[in-house]
């Protein structure tokens, strides 16, 4: 116990405060004493959760259900008041120190008939816990207090409230990692869904602590990553721990939770009839003296209050509870002892080259972000290496993509193409790309984000080989089949190790930012490589360089990127993913059959457009009411789907019709197009990496990425205007530079918003957020090709001279550049309505 300090209350509702006990991570706890002379431990919330008031709801429904588990062999809670402007709920103070205390201090590992009796009560506790519809989820020596009858189970329940600032269900808390290293289940280790059989795990590493003075799988000195691998995948040892108790203690240990005993078993295992004391007489004579000096403790008198000894209050001047429990509260902590409310592990296990994404001090906090985690671990050293090994195989990806477009002249000239041959493998890589980024995201979460990475890796080489190799229009159409569909594996996983792998909030902000250039660049850089392949070597050597990237970005997978083994831990969703893929599916075939038929809406694209848009609504229903979901659904998720949705085919369609406008309306090659927009590529690139990181720490994303979008919308307005100008140096210094300053600050904004996540969900929020992308894209290639394709048909049938002919282009691109320049607005309008997250303090 402390004595109070000057800036702590003197009252919390009808207790008077007389010592502190700890601190934790929901607030401070103090000894108090009620008008009755009852000793009662009274936790105050800290005051930044006091204000929030998902978490005043979490932990009124949390105390309703401590108070359910009763007294029997816990400290019961006597009373609460959620509704106060500090939240406070007394409990039943336990006059003994903690199991931790008893062993490592005061006496030394206990007799095995204590253990037993250990064992008995404290999974009788448990039985209680989980009756009320609880997990404990930190079970551990300094959490099991020590007295004369029987040892109490504190700390259940009360600090899971603190999980609704990242919100989740009211029992577990998947991806939320709450517990102690040395007393941790392998289910949390791993970061998987934790039931009752995980305290059952912890019960046996607390036994063995109990009876042997050692934690379970050694010290912790040895480095944290190692200690948690070993709980994960080795053996206990169990030397020391009682004969008659090692087959029990061995099987509440078992890496399978299916098959360790319940609470019940074990309680029926460890009943005993011995007479007698349960613990040794030295313990005994502690326990005495403890509860000596608490009889003997003598408060220093607070600031305002009278001396010991004055007369008490009459009933009459009592305080009103909400008025006492209002009083100014900011002290600060002090070192906790055993007595302290549970905190999130500072230790969470991740997923690729660092820990799994989520809220991060300094991060964004999205107050309703389901799946969201606190507290990162340590990152990985390599993590900027697998960085920019995860950029290449990216930029791999966009390469191909962007590099289709130029090749088509020569592959029809060579190959005695038909135009219908050309679309149709245009189409190959957008059906497969865009119905298979969901799922592949889905499965990245199921088999592990390094795997799969590798296997897009692998397969995407072997598809460009494919292609360069390709004698016909079916083997080519085979091959960009099958690059849209390792492209999406690869994608997927790719933005998925990057959300995991940063969680400082300068680094993190930092890595989205060069993820953001790549995406960004990643077209343009494309034209420029495909241009210069086509002229100086052979069409088919755009598709050799793919397997050339490919190539050194498997080597660098293997080497740099980092991934934890066992670090899955998302259950399977085939509804929710067979749902989101139809859905992108769908609407994907109907965007193709739009560019032909000039968007007449014809029955079958009705049917497409409708059942799409419908797939995609079951899809986000579903999300939002199955336990286990390929992504939890939010307004944050949604908004910035919507956003990036938008954002991308005002992006693309910028990118496209820049492309033509330059090589069809002024005569620049493949790669002179691609050299005149490296000004918006460099302001992406400086943006995003420089300027954005910085902003992200002090802004809310919100306004990031309304301001992002506004000024990528200005851009493109200004280059609509100039398009029928000849003035081409102004169109670059003025609208690129400004569209490559928005979508710098947008972009890296919008993925960080996606993807902070828990790390089971990491790939599905990945293939969300990827899918959205292909999406505007396909809107914008749809738009792009209706509006020129209407442009030239109606100018050849009036028989126009072709100045005229490239003065109906001129107008064309200006439209299209005007269609995408509204998307763009209304992504900002839909940011600015849905997203609500907003930055941490970082002092």
């Known amino acids: 116990m402390d004595q109070l300090i000057a800036e702590d209350p003197t009252r919390i509702g009808p207790y008077r405060l007389i010592a502190r006990l700890g601190a934790g991570g929901m607030g401070l706890v103090y000894l108090g004493r009620s008008e009755g002379g009852r000793t009662v431990a009274v936790k105050v919330v800290q005051a930044e959760f006091a204000g929030n008031p998902e978490f005043r709801k979490r932990f009124a429904r949390e105390v309703a259900a401590a108070r359910r588990v009763g007294g029997s062999w816990t400290a019961a809670v006597l009373d609460a008041d959620p509704e106060a402007a500090i939240p406070w709920v007394a409990t039943q103070y336990i006059p003994g120190p903690d199991l931790q205390t008893v062993v490592a201090q005061d006496f030394g590992p206990l007799p095995e008939h204590s253990v037993r009796t250990l064992a008995n009560r404290l999974a009788l506790a448990l039985r209680a816990v989980h009756d009320a519809g609880l997990i404990h989820r930190d079970l551990k020596p300094s959490n099991v207090l020590v007295t004369v009858d029987a040892p109490r189970v504190i700390d259940f329940g009360i600090a899971r409230a603190m999980d609704s600032l990242a919100g989740d269900s009211l029992h577990t808390h998947t991806g939320m990692l709450i517990g102690s290293p040395g007393f941790m289940s392998p289910e949390q280790v791993r970061g998987l869904e934790l039931t009752p059989a995980s305290d059952v795990f912890c019960l046996g590493a607390v036994l063995v602590y109990a009876s042997t003075g050692r934690l379970l799988f050694g010290a912790t000195g040895t480095g944290l990553n190692?200690?948690?691998?070993?709980?994960?995948e080795e053996e206990a040892d169990l030397t020391g721990v009682p004969e008659s108790l090692v087959e029990l203690v061995r099987s509440c240990l078992h890496k399978d939770p299916a098959q360790r005993p319940t609470p019940e078993e074990v309680a029926a295992r460890t009943a005993t009839d011995q007479a007698g004391e349960w613990l040794p007489g030295a313990v005994l004579a502690q326990l005495g003296r403890h509860a000596a000096e608490l009889?003997?403790?003598a408060p220093a008198a607070a600031v305002g209050e009278a001396p010991a000894g004055a007369v008490a209050e009459a009933p009459a001047a009592r305080p009103d509870p909400r008025v006492a429990s209002a009083q100014p509260y900011a002290p600060p902590l002090p070192p906790p002892p055993a007595y302290a409310p549970t905190a999130p592990s500072p230790l969470i296990p991740g997923q690729g080259f660092g820990p799994p994404p989520g809220?991060?001090?300094g991060a964004w906090s999205a107050t309703a972000s389901p799946g969201s985690l606190q507290e990162p671990g340590p990152p990985h050293p390599r993590r900027w290496w697998g960085l920019a090994v995860i950029a290449l195989a990216q930029l791999m990806v966009l390469l191909q993509v962007s590099g289709l477009g130029i090749i088509l002249p020569t592959l029809q000239v060579q190959l005695h193409l038909a135009a219908k041959d050309l679309s149709g493998m245009g189409n190959a890589y957008a059906l497969a790309f865009g119905a298979l980024l969901l799922l592949g995201g889905h499965l990245a979460d199921l088999v592990g984000r390094?795997?799969?990475l590798i296997a897009g890796v692998v397969g995407f080489a072997a598809a460009c080989a494919l292609g360069g190799a390709a004698g016909d229009v079916g083997t080519l159409e085979w091959a960009r089949a099958l690059q849209g569909v390792f492209g999406a594996l690869l994608s997927a996983s790719a933005l998925s190790l990057v959300a995991g792998g940063f969680t400082d909030p300068k680094e993190r902000g930092r890595a989205f930012g060069v993820y953001a250039t790549v995406v960004g660049s990643g077209s343009v850089l494309g034209l420029c490589t495909s241009g210069w392949l086509v002229e100086s070597m052979s069409w088919r050597w755009t598709f050799y360089s793919g397997v050339v990237l490919a190539v050194i970005a498997l080597v660098g997978v293997l080497t740099l990127v980092h991934d934890r083994p066992g670090t899955t831990g998302a259950r399977p969703d085939p509804v929710g993913a067979v749902l989101g893929s139809a859905g992108l599916t769908a609407l994907t075939f109907g965007l193709v059959g739009a560019q032909p038929s000039g968007w007449s809406l014809t029955p079958l694209l009705l049917l497409q457009f409708g059942g799409g848009v419908l797939l995609l609504v079951a899809f986000a229903w579903w999300q939002s009411s199955t336990s286990h979901p390929v992504l939890p659904v939010d307004r944050n998720r949604v908004g910035a789907f919507l956003a990036m949705a938008l954002g991308g085919v005002g992006l693309f369609t910028f990118l496209a019709a820049?492309?033509?406008?330059?090589?069809?309306?002024?005569g620049a090659s493949p790669l002179d197009a691609g050299l005149n927009l490296l000004p918006m590529v460099a302001a992406t690139a400086l943006t995003a990496t420089l300027i954005t990181p910085r902003l992200m720490r002090r802004a809310a994303p919100r306004v990031l990425i309304v301001a992002g979008l506004v000024l990528t919308a200005l851009g493109l307005a200004l280059l609509a205007g100039l398009a029928i100008?000849?003035?081409?140096?102004?169109?670059?210094?003025?609208?690129?530079?400004?569209?490559?300053?928005?979508?710098?600050?947008?972009?890296?904004?919008?993925?960080?918003?996606?993807?902070?996540t828990a790390v089971q969900h990491s790939g599905g929020a990945s293939g969300v957020i990827t899918a959205a992308q292909q999406l505007g894209g396909s809107i914008g290639a749809a738009v792009l090709s209706t509006t020129i394709a209407s442009r030239v048909t109606g100018a050849r049938a009036a028989s126009v001279l072709p100045s005229q002919l490239a003065r109906e282009l001129q107008h064309g691109y200006a439209t299209?550049?005007?269609?995408?320049?509204?998307?763009?607005?209304?992504?900002?309008?839909?940011a600015a309505l849905l997203i609500t997250t907003r930055p941490t303090d970082q002092a």
């Open 725 to 756: 100008d000849s003035g081409y140096m102004t169109l670059a210094l003025s609208g690129s530079l400004i569209a490559g300053l928005g979508s710098g600050l947008a972009v890296p904004s919008l993925l960080a918003v996606t993807t902070g």
């Open 295 to 297: 009889l003997d403790f």
């Open 658 to 666: 820049m492309t033509f406008y330059l090589q069809f309306v002024h």
């Open 359 to 361: 809220p991060v001090p």
């Open 816 to 830: 299209t550049l005007w269609w995408s320049c509204g998307a763009t607005l209304l992504a900002a309008l839909l």
């Open 226 to 232: 190692a200690h948690l691998f070993r709980i994960a």
């Open 450 to 452: 390094k795997r799969m």
